[in-house]
Protein backbone atom coordinates (compact mmCIF):
# COMPACT_ATOMS: atom_id res chain seq x y z
CA UNK A 1 0.00 0.00 0.00
CA UNK A 2 1.48 3.08 -0.67
CA UNK A 3 2.34 5.76 2.05
CA UNK A 4 1.68 8.87 -0.76
CA UNK A 5 -1.28 11.01 -0.23
CA UNK A 6 -3.02 13.47 -2.97
CA UNK A 7 -2.07 16.36 -0.90
CA UNK A 8 1.84 15.11 -0.49
CA UNK A 9 2.13 15.12 -4.29
CA UNK A 10 -0.22 18.15 -4.51
CA UNK A 11 2.57 19.71 -2.01
CA UNK A 12 5.42 18.31 -4.30
CA UNK A 13 4.19 20.00 -7.20
CA UNK A 14 3.86 23.46 -5.15
CA UNK A 15 7.07 23.48 -3.94
CA UNK A 16 9.10 22.79 -7.11
CA UNK A 17 6.90 25.48 -8.72
CA UNK A 18 7.63 28.09 -6.01
CA UNK A 19 11.01 27.20 -6.66
CA UNK A 20 11.47 28.12 -10.20
CA UNK A 21 9.40 31.45 -9.23
CA UNK A 22 11.76 32.36 -6.91
CA UNK A 23 14.70 32.09 -8.66
CA UNK A 24 13.24 34.52 -11.12
CA UNK A 25 12.42 36.59 -8.79
CA UNK A 26 15.96 36.56 -7.39
CA UNK A 27 17.01 38.23 -10.16
CA UNK A 28 14.21 40.81 -11.09
CA UNK A 29 15.52 43.93 -11.72
CA UNK A 30 13.76 47.69 -11.44
CA UNK A 31 13.63 48.39 -15.57
CA UNK A 32 14.97 52.35 -16.07
CA UNK A 33 12.25 54.52 -17.98
CA UNK A 34 14.72 54.20 -21.15
CA UNK A 35 15.64 50.54 -21.59
CA UNK A 36 18.45 49.10 -22.61
CA UNK A 37 18.97 45.10 -23.24
CA UNK A 38 22.45 45.06 -22.96
CA UNK A 39 22.83 47.03 -20.12
CA UNK A 40 19.76 45.15 -18.50
CA UNK A 41 21.45 41.31 -19.48
CA UNK A 42 24.45 42.74 -17.47
CA UNK A 43 22.78 44.03 -14.48
CA UNK A 44 20.89 40.28 -14.49
CA UNK A 45 23.51 38.54 -14.82
CA UNK A 46 25.65 39.79 -12.15
CA UNK A 47 22.83 39.73 -9.96
CA UNK A 48 22.63 35.97 -10.60
CA UNK A 49 25.94 35.33 -9.58
CA UNK A 50 25.20 37.34 -6.01
CA UNK A 51 22.45 35.67 -5.36
CA UNK A 52 24.03 31.73 -6.17
CA UNK A 53 26.49 32.51 -4.13
CA UNK A 54 24.60 34.28 -0.96
CA UNK A 55 24.69 33.36 2.24
CA UNK A 56 21.50 31.86 3.70
CA UNK A 57 18.79 34.82 4.58
CA UNK A 58 16.46 32.59 6.10
CA UNK A 59 15.65 33.57 9.79
CA UNK A 60 16.45 30.94 12.81
CA UNK A 61 13.03 30.63 13.08
CA UNK A 62 11.81 29.10 9.32
CA UNK A 63 12.06 25.47 9.22
CA UNK A 64 14.76 23.61 7.64
CA UNK A 65 14.83 23.23 3.50
CA UNK A 66 14.23 20.09 2.19
CA UNK A 67 17.74 19.07 0.17
CA UNK A 68 17.57 17.49 -2.84
CA UNK A 69 17.28 13.79 -3.17
CA UNK A 70 19.87 13.29 -5.34
CA UNK A 71 23.02 15.94 -4.92
CA UNK A 72 25.57 16.54 -8.09
CA UNK A 73 27.68 13.76 -8.91
CA UNK A 74 25.48 11.07 -7.15
CA UNK A 75 23.03 10.68 -9.79
CA UNK A 76 23.73 8.18 -12.69
CA UNK A 77 26.09 9.72 -15.19
CA UNK A 78 24.87 8.61 -18.45
CA UNK A 79 26.47 10.27 -22.05
CA UNK A 80 24.75 13.09 -23.13
CA UNK A 81 27.29 13.25 -26.28
CA UNK A 82 25.96 13.34 -29.65
CA UNK A 83 27.63 10.42 -32.34
CA UNK A 84 29.17 11.80 -35.18
CA UNK A 85 29.95 10.95 -38.34
CA UNK A 86 32.08 12.56 -41.29
CA UNK A 87 34.93 13.58 -41.53
CA UNK A 88 34.44 17.21 -39.48
CA UNK A 89 34.14 17.64 -35.97
CA UNK A 90 30.13 18.32 -34.93
CA UNK A 91 29.46 22.08 -34.05
CA UNK A 92 25.65 21.20 -33.30
CA UNK A 93 24.64 19.08 -30.27
CA UNK A 94 21.60 17.03 -31.29
CA UNK A 95 20.28 15.73 -27.80
CA UNK A 96 19.10 11.84 -28.30
CA UNK A 97 19.98 12.21 -31.67
CA UNK A 98 23.36 12.19 -34.15
CA UNK A 99 25.24 14.17 -36.75
CA UNK A 100 26.18 13.90 -40.02
CA UNK A 101 29.23 16.48 -41.03
CA UNK A 102 30.20 15.08 -44.38
CA UNK A 103 33.48 13.23 -46.14
CA UNK A 104 35.41 15.21 -48.53
CA UNK A 105 35.71 13.58 -52.10
CA UNK A 106 38.90 14.53 -54.11
CA UNK A 107 37.13 17.31 -55.92
CA UNK A 108 36.10 19.15 -52.79
CA UNK A 109 32.55 18.45 -52.69
CA UNK A 110 31.14 17.25 -49.15
CA UNK A 111 29.46 14.05 -49.18
CA UNK A 112 26.53 12.61 -47.43
CA UNK A 113 24.85 9.12 -47.59
CA UNK A 114 21.34 9.15 -46.07
CA UNK A 115 19.08 5.81 -46.18
CA UNK A 116 15.67 5.98 -45.30
CA UNK A 117 13.69 2.36 -44.21
CA UNK A 118 11.68 1.21 -41.33
CA UNK A 119 13.12 2.05 -37.58
CA UNK A 120 12.18 0.19 -34.26
CA UNK A 121 12.35 3.32 -32.18
CA UNK A 122 11.86 4.21 -28.79
CA UNK A 123 10.34 7.57 -28.11
CA UNK A 124 10.34 6.64 -23.84
CA UNK A 125 11.09 3.93 -21.86
CA UNK A 126 8.33 1.64 -22.34
CA UNK A 127 7.30 2.70 -25.56
CA UNK A 128 8.46 2.11 -28.63
CA UNK A 129 6.71 2.02 -32.53
CA UNK A 130 7.74 0.88 -35.99
CA UNK A 131 8.75 4.34 -37.57
CA UNK A 132 10.09 5.48 -40.99
CA UNK A 133 13.74 7.35 -40.58
CA UNK A 134 16.92 7.72 -42.12
CA UNK A 135 20.07 5.89 -41.20
CA UNK A 136 18.71 3.30 -38.62
CA UNK A 137 16.97 6.53 -36.25
CA UNK A 138 14.08 8.77 -35.95
CA UNK A 139 14.61 11.60 -36.76
CA UNK A 140 17.49 11.49 -39.35
CA UNK A 141 20.95 13.09 -38.08
CA UNK A 142 21.50 16.62 -38.53
CA UNK A 143 23.11 17.17 -41.64
CA UNK A 144 25.79 19.94 -41.03
CA UNK A 145 27.42 22.03 -43.53
CA UNK A 146 29.12 25.16 -44.18
CA UNK A 147 28.38 27.89 -45.88
CA UNK A 148 30.58 27.78 -49.47
CA UNK A 149 30.37 24.01 -49.60
CA UNK A 150 29.31 22.17 -52.12
CA UNK A 151 27.16 19.01 -50.92
CA UNK A 152 26.84 15.85 -52.54
CA UNK A 153 24.23 14.17 -50.77
CA UNK A 154 22.91 10.38 -51.88
CA UNK A 155 19.96 8.79 -50.66
CA UNK A 156 18.91 4.96 -50.87
CA UNK A 157 15.43 4.13 -50.36
CA UNK A 158 14.84 0.80 -48.88
CA UNK A 159 11.01 1.78 -47.82
CA UNK A 160 8.56 -0.56 -49.55
CA UNK A 161 7.25 2.53 -51.29
CA UNK A 162 8.53 5.23 -53.58
CA UNK A 163 10.25 8.48 -51.60
CA UNK A 164 11.89 11.77 -52.40
CA UNK A 165 14.09 14.48 -50.11
CA UNK A 166 13.41 17.89 -49.42
CA UNK A 167 16.05 20.34 -48.60
CA UNK A 168 13.73 22.40 -46.58
CA UNK A 169 15.00 26.41 -46.75
CA UNK A 170 17.90 26.01 -48.39
CA UNK A 171 18.55 28.45 -52.17
CA UNK A 172 18.64 24.99 -54.99
CA UNK A 173 18.38 23.97 -58.39
CA UNK A 174 14.64 23.49 -58.68
CA UNK A 175 16.03 20.08 -60.10
CA UNK A 176 17.16 19.38 -56.45
CA UNK A 177 14.39 20.81 -54.76
CA UNK A 178 13.01 16.99 -54.37
CA UNK A 179 8.95 17.36 -55.05
CA UNK A 180 8.41 14.36 -56.48
CA UNK A 181 6.55 14.54 -59.74
CA UNK A 182 7.42 17.94 -59.69
CA UNK A 183 11.30 18.55 -59.82
CA UNK A 184 11.79 14.50 -60.02
CA UNK A 185 11.35 11.25 -60.63
CA UNK A 186 10.41 9.45 -57.26
CA UNK A 187 12.83 7.09 -55.83
CA UNK A 188 11.43 3.96 -56.12
CA UNK A 189 12.30 1.25 -53.48
CA UNK A 190 15.97 -0.69 -54.17
CA UNK A 191 17.11 2.90 -55.72
CA UNK A 192 19.88 6.15 -55.34
CA UNK A 193 19.22 8.65 -56.06
CA UNK A 194 21.88 12.01 -55.92
CA UNK A 195 21.56 15.86 -55.09
CA UNK A 196 24.24 18.12 -55.68
CA UNK A 197 24.08 21.67 -54.70
CA UNK A 198 26.30 24.32 -53.61
CA UNK A 199 25.69 25.78 -50.49
CA UNK A 200 25.16 29.62 -50.60
CA UNK A 201 23.63 30.58 -46.74
CA UNK A 202 23.95 29.82 -44.04
CA UNK A 203 21.41 29.25 -40.81
CA UNK A 204 19.16 26.68 -39.72
CA UNK A 205 16.69 24.15 -42.26
CA UNK A 206 15.67 21.19 -42.63
CA UNK A 207 15.33 17.82 -44.70
CA UNK A 208 12.32 15.91 -45.10
CA UNK A 209 10.48 13.73 -47.65
CA UNK A 210 8.09 15.49 -50.16
CA UNK A 211 6.39 12.26 -51.77
CA UNK A 212 3.21 11.26 -49.93
CA UNK A 213 3.94 13.96 -46.81
CA UNK A 214 0.77 12.82 -45.08
CA UNK A 215 2.13 9.04 -44.60
CA UNK A 216 6.16 9.91 -44.56
CA UNK A 217 6.56 12.85 -42.91
CA UNK A 218 3.92 11.21 -39.82
CA UNK A 219 5.88 8.29 -40.05
CA UNK A 220 9.24 10.61 -39.11
CA UNK A 221 11.20 11.15 -42.68
CA UNK A 222 12.29 14.41 -40.99
CA UNK A 223 15.76 15.78 -39.91
CA UNK A 224 17.71 19.02 -39.17
CA UNK A 225 19.94 21.10 -41.62
CA UNK A 226 22.27 23.67 -40.20
CA UNK A 227 24.73 25.52 -42.10
CA UNK A 228 27.85 27.11 -40.38
CA UNK A 229 28.55 30.56 -41.12
CA UNK A 230 32.31 30.24 -43.40
CA UNK A 231 32.94 33.54 -40.51
CA UNK A 232 31.59 35.20 -37.65
CA UNK A 233 31.53 34.29 -33.92
CA UNK A 234 30.27 31.35 -32.44
CA UNK A 235 28.44 30.53 -29.09
CA UNK A 236 29.43 28.28 -26.58
CA UNK A 237 26.70 26.02 -26.75
CA UNK A 238 24.56 25.48 -29.90
CA UNK A 239 21.61 22.91 -29.68
CA UNK A 240 19.50 21.32 -32.57
CA UNK A 241 16.03 20.33 -31.69
CA UNK A 242 13.16 18.92 -34.42
CA UNK A 243 9.61 18.96 -32.52
CA UNK A 244 7.37 16.46 -33.93
CA UNK A 245 4.01 14.65 -33.04
CA UNK A 246 2.53 11.13 -33.33
CA UNK A 247 -0.82 9.10 -32.65
CA UNK A 248 0.00 5.92 -31.17
CA UNK A 249 -2.94 4.51 -29.52
CA UNK A 250 -1.81 2.34 -26.57
CA UNK A 251 -1.36 -0.91 -27.40
CA UNK A 252 -0.25 -0.35 -30.87
CA UNK A 253 3.14 -0.52 -32.36
CA UNK A 254 2.79 1.81 -35.12
CA UNK A 255 1.99 5.27 -35.18
CA UNK A 256 -1.44 6.34 -37.42
CA UNK A 257 -0.52 8.65 -40.02
CA UNK A 258 -3.83 9.60 -40.84
CA UNK A 259 -4.70 11.01 -37.72
CA UNK A 260 -5.47 15.29 -37.94
CA UNK A 261 -5.63 16.01 -34.84
CA UNK A 262 -5.75 13.98 -31.10
CA UNK A 263 -1.81 13.48 -31.14
CA UNK A 264 -0.67 11.62 -27.82
CA UNK A 265 3.09 11.21 -28.54
CA UNK A 266 4.49 15.25 -28.20
CA UNK A 267 8.44 14.67 -29.28
CA UNK A 268 11.83 16.74 -29.03
CA UNK A 269 14.15 14.76 -31.39
CA UNK A 270 11.60 12.37 -31.33
CA UNK A 271 11.64 11.71 -27.73
CA UNK A 272 8.64 12.47 -25.03
CA UNK A 273 9.82 12.78 -21.53
CA UNK A 274 10.60 11.34 -19.26
CA UNK A 275 12.81 9.91 -22.50
CA UNK A 276 14.02 13.46 -23.25
CA UNK A 277 17.86 14.13 -22.28
CA UNK A 278 18.69 16.98 -20.31
CA UNK A 279 20.47 19.96 -22.01
CA UNK A 280 24.04 20.79 -19.77
CA UNK A 281 25.54 24.43 -20.06
CA UNK A 282 28.15 26.06 -17.96
CA UNK A 283 27.13 29.28 -15.93
CA UNK A 284 27.44 32.35 -18.24
CA UNK A 285 27.97 30.11 -21.27
CA UNK A 286 26.32 31.73 -24.36
CA UNK A 287 23.85 29.11 -26.03
CA UNK A 288 22.07 28.92 -29.34
CA UNK A 289 18.70 27.15 -29.42
CA UNK A 290 17.83 25.92 -33.50
CA UNK A 291 14.13 24.76 -33.14
CA UNK A 292 12.57 22.70 -36.19
CA UNK A 293 8.68 22.14 -36.46
CA UNK A 294 8.04 19.07 -38.75
CA UNK A 295 4.33 18.16 -36.48
CA UNK A 296 2.12 17.05 -39.17
CA UNK A 297 -0.48 19.61 -37.63
CA UNK A 298 0.54 21.81 -34.41
CA UNK A 299 2.27 24.86 -33.80
CA UNK A 300 4.57 24.94 -30.43
CA UNK A 301 5.31 27.88 -28.35
CA UNK A 302 8.30 26.74 -26.42
CA UNK A 303 9.23 28.55 -23.27
CA UNK A 304 12.19 28.64 -21.23
CA UNK A 305 12.15 29.01 -17.12
CA UNK A 306 14.76 31.42 -15.80
CA UNK A 307 16.17 33.00 -18.49
CA UNK A 308 14.93 35.47 -21.95
CA UNK A 309 16.36 34.39 -24.94
CA UNK A 310 16.79 36.93 -28.33
CA UNK A 311 15.11 35.12 -31.49
CA UNK A 312 17.52 35.53 -34.11
CA UNK A 313 16.58 33.68 -37.01
CA UNK A 314 14.46 31.69 -38.97
CA UNK A 315 14.63 29.49 -42.12
CA UNK A 316 14.42 32.36 -43.90
CA UNK A 317 17.70 33.74 -42.63
CA UNK A 318 19.16 35.72 -40.07
CA UNK A 319 17.18 38.57 -38.27
CA UNK A 320 18.36 41.61 -38.39
CA UNK A 321 19.94 43.18 -35.40
CA UNK A 322 17.60 46.23 -35.21
CA UNK A 323 14.43 43.31 -35.31
CA UNK A 324 15.22 41.17 -32.70
CA UNK A 325 13.38 41.58 -28.95
CA UNK A 326 13.34 39.38 -26.28
CA UNK A 327 11.00 36.94 -25.47
CA UNK A 328 10.75 33.65 -22.78
CA UNK A 329 8.57 31.79 -25.53
CA UNK A 330 9.08 31.48 -29.24
CA UNK A 331 6.74 29.57 -31.38
CA UNK A 332 7.91 27.22 -33.38
CA UNK A 333 4.80 27.31 -36.67
CA UNK A 334 4.70 23.55 -38.37
CA UNK A 335 6.91 23.54 -41.64
CA UNK A 336 9.44 26.38 -39.98
CA UNK A 337 12.55 26.86 -38.23
CA UNK A 338 13.47 29.46 -35.63
CA UNK A 339 16.96 30.16 -34.07
CA UNK A 340 17.02 32.03 -30.33
CA UNK A 341 20.19 32.78 -28.75
CA UNK A 342 20.49 33.43 -24.64
CA UNK A 343 22.82 33.68 -21.97
CA UNK A 344 23.20 31.12 -19.07
CA UNK A 345 23.54 33.15 -16.27
CA UNK A 346 21.62 31.32 -13.16
CA UNK A 347 22.28 28.38 -12.38
CA UNK A 348 20.08 25.75 -11.59
CA UNK A 349 17.32 23.05 -13.18
CA UNK A 350 15.32 24.77 -15.12
CA UNK A 351 12.63 23.46 -17.54
CA UNK A 352 11.89 23.96 -21.05
CA UNK A 353 8.54 22.79 -22.69
CA UNK A 354 6.02 23.56 -25.46
CA UNK A 355 3.28 25.65 -23.34
CA UNK A 356 0.10 23.78 -25.00
CA UNK A 357 -0.75 21.88 -21.87
CA UNK A 358 -2.22 19.00 -24.19
CA UNK A 359 1.90 19.10 -25.42
CA UNK A 360 3.01 18.28 -22.30
CA UNK A 361 1.35 14.85 -21.72
CA UNK A 362 2.03 11.39 -22.89
CA UNK A 363 -0.89 9.04 -24.87
CA UNK A 364 -3.45 11.33 -22.99
CA UNK A 365 -7.12 9.59 -23.56
CA UNK A 366 -8.94 12.82 -25.27
CA UNK A 367 -11.98 10.95 -24.70
CA UNK A 368 -11.74 10.84 -20.81
CA UNK A 369 -14.26 12.34 -18.86
CA UNK A 370 -13.92 15.43 -16.90
CA UNK A 371 -13.63 13.52 -13.33
CA UNK A 372 -12.49 17.39 -11.45
CA UNK A 373 -14.25 17.34 -8.56
CA UNK A 374 -16.20 13.99 -8.76
CA UNK A 375 -15.18 11.82 -5.49
CA UNK A 376 -12.88 9.59 -7.55
CA UNK A 377 -12.72 6.97 -4.48
CA UNK A 378 -16.37 6.40 -3.91
CA UNK A 379 -16.96 5.63 -8.18
CA UNK A 380 -13.37 3.46 -7.67
CA UNK A 381 -15.15 0.86 -4.96
CA UNK A 382 -18.39 0.61 -7.13
CA UNK A 383 -16.80 -0.66 -10.20
CA UNK A 384 -13.86 -2.59 -8.48
CA UNK A 385 -16.57 -5.38 -7.95
CA UNK A 386 -17.44 -5.36 -11.28
CA UNK A 387 -13.33 -4.67 -12.53
CA UNK A 388 -10.53 -5.58 -10.18
CA UNK A 389 -7.97 -3.01 -10.33
CA UNK A 390 -10.23 -0.15 -11.81
CA UNK A 391 -8.84 3.56 -11.01
CA UNK A 392 -10.37 6.65 -12.00
CA UNK A 393 -8.26 9.54 -12.85
CA UNK A 394 -7.90 11.85 -10.02
CA UNK A 395 -10.80 14.03 -9.05
CA UNK A 396 -8.68 17.34 -9.26
CA UNK A 397 -6.33 16.48 -12.26
CA UNK A 398 -3.87 14.14 -13.39
CA UNK A 399 -1.30 14.75 -11.32
CA UNK A 400 -1.13 11.31 -9.47
CA UNK A 401 -1.08 9.10 -12.41
CA UNK A 402 2.91 8.98 -13.21
CA UNK A 403 3.37 8.09 -9.86
CA UNK A 404 0.53 5.09 -9.34
CA UNK A 405 2.10 3.61 -12.57
CA UNK A 406 5.28 4.10 -11.60
CA UNK A 407 4.60 2.59 -7.97
CA UNK A 408 3.23 -0.73 -9.74
CA UNK A 409 -0.02 -0.25 -8.19
CA UNK A 410 -2.47 0.93 -11.67
CA UNK A 411 -1.12 -0.44 -14.81
CA UNK A 412 -1.22 0.55 -18.17
CA UNK A 413 -1.89 -0.79 -21.27
CA UNK A 414 0.67 -2.68 -22.98
CA UNK A 415 3.32 -0.04 -25.34
CA UNK A 416 1.94 2.94 -23.55
CA UNK A 417 3.85 5.04 -20.63
CA UNK A 418 1.92 7.09 -18.33
CA UNK A 419 0.81 10.51 -19.36
CA UNK A 420 2.95 12.59 -17.26
CA UNK A 421 6.25 12.21 -16.16
CA UNK A 422 9.37 11.18 -13.77
CA UNK A 423 10.46 11.63 -9.93
CA UNK A 424 11.97 14.75 -9.47
CA UNK A 425 14.36 16.03 -6.53
CA UNK A 426 11.09 17.75 -4.97
CA UNK A 427 8.65 15.42 -5.72
CA UNK A 428 6.75 14.11 -8.90
CA UNK A 429 7.71 16.20 -12.46
CA UNK A 430 4.24 16.07 -13.55
CA UNK A 431 5.13 16.78 -17.20
CA UNK A 432 5.26 14.75 -20.25
CA UNK A 433 5.75 15.04 -23.85
CA UNK A 434 7.37 18.18 -25.15
CA UNK A 435 9.28 18.63 -22.00
CA UNK A 436 13.11 18.54 -20.80
CA UNK A 437 15.36 19.69 -18.15
CA UNK A 438 17.92 22.47 -18.91
CA UNK A 439 21.12 22.44 -16.37
CA UNK A 440 22.90 25.37 -16.22
CA UNK A 441 26.62 24.43 -13.84
CA UNK A 442 29.46 26.07 -12.90
CA UNK A 443 32.10 25.96 -14.81
CA UNK A 444 34.28 24.13 -15.95
CA UNK A 445 31.25 21.88 -16.92
CA UNK A 446 30.64 18.13 -18.31
CA UNK A 447 28.05 19.27 -21.22
CA UNK A 448 28.46 15.23 -22.32
CA UNK A 449 27.03 13.56 -19.04
CA UNK A 450 24.15 14.35 -16.94
CA UNK A 451 25.16 16.22 -13.68
CA UNK A 452 22.29 14.86 -11.29
CA UNK A 453 20.26 17.71 -9.93
CA UNK A 454 21.16 21.04 -8.53
CA UNK A 455 22.13 21.75 -4.97
CA UNK A 456 20.06 25.02 -4.15
CA UNK A 457 22.24 27.51 -2.37
CA UNK A 458 20.34 27.68 1.10
CA UNK A 459 17.31 29.98 1.51
CA UNK A 460 16.77 29.86 -2.47
CA UNK A 461 13.99 27.26 -2.27
CA UNK A 462 10.20 27.91 -1.41
CA UNK A 463 8.89 26.07 1.13
CA UNK A 464 6.11 25.60 3.57
CA UNK A 465 5.49 28.48 6.37
CA UNK A 466 3.05 28.42 9.20
CA UNK A 467 0.22 30.84 10.16
CA UNK A 468 2.35 32.14 13.28
CA UNK A 469 5.35 32.81 10.55
CA UNK A 470 2.77 34.62 7.42
CA UNK A 471 0.99 36.72 10.19
CA UNK A 472 5.09 38.18 10.53
CA UNK A 473 4.33 40.30 7.45
CA UNK A 474 0.42 41.21 8.02
CA UNK A 475 -0.97 37.59 6.02
CA UNK A 476 -3.57 36.36 7.71
CA UNK A 477 -4.14 32.06 7.01
CA UNK A 478 -7.68 31.14 8.07
Same mark, same amino acid.
Given at each position: ??? @??????????????????????????????????????????? $?????????????????????????????????????? $?????????????????????????????????????????????????????????????????????????????????????????????????????????????????????????? @???????????????????????????????????????????????????????????????????????????????????????????????????????????????????????????????????????????????????????????????????????????????????????????????????????????????????????????????????? @????????????????????????????????????????????
Amino acid at each position: MST @YTRRDWMKASAVALGGAAVGRASRATPLPVTWDPVAAADSIAA $DSVAAANVAATTPDSLPALAPPTSAPGQARRRSLATPV $DGDRPNRVDTPNGSALTGRQADDGAWVYHLTAEEVEHAFAPGLTATCWGYNGQVHGPTLEAVEGDRVRIYVTNRLGVATTVHWHGVFLPSGMDGVGGLSQAPIAPGETFLYEFPITQSGTFM @YHSHHDEMTQIALGLTGMFVVHPRRGADVDRDVAFMLHEWLVEPGTSRPDPNAMSDFNVLTMNARAFPGTDPIVVGHNDRVRFRFGNLSPMDHHPIHLHGHYWTIVGTDGGAIPAAGRWPETTVLVPTGSTRTVEWTADALGDWAMHCHMTHHVMNQMGHGTPNMVGVDARALDRSVQPLAPGYMAMGENGMDEHGSHVEQGHMPVPENSIPMVGAAGPFGYITMGGM @YTNVKVRPKPVDVTADPGWYDHPAGTVARAVSAEQAARDGVRLT
